[in-house]
């Protein structure tokens, strides 16, 4: 038996979070837009673009670190779903 992880996450998703989280309070349109395509261009999520994105989130945020960020997006945000090959 194979067991594959394939995660996925949305633009609409990781905005509701930075509301919910009070996070890229310092930025401007055109920064969010930039982080964005981060996450457009990536719709399976590795751990190193959660951190690119989870950066970038951070330099325009008061009061975290990359590290929560990344726990946030990875528990609130990456939704994971599984195929079961025999």
């Avoid at 990781?14 to 509301?19: A, F, N, S």
């Avoid at 951070?58 to 929560?68: D, L, P």
Wanted: glycine share 4%.
């Amino acid at each position: 038996m194979k067991i594959i992880e394939k995660t996925h996450w949305s633009t609409i998703d990781v905005r509701k979070m930075c509301i919910r989280e009070n996070l890229y309070t310092e930025g401007d349109d055109e920064d969010y837009g930039k982080m964005f395509d981060i996450v457009r261009d990536h719709p399976a999520p590795t751990p190193e673009i959660i951190y690119r994105v989870a950066d970038d989130i951070n330099r325009h945020s008061e009061g975290q670190t990359v590290a929560n960020i990344m726990y946030i997006l990875s528990n609130s945000v990456i939704r994971r779903c599984y195929d079961i090959e025999n």
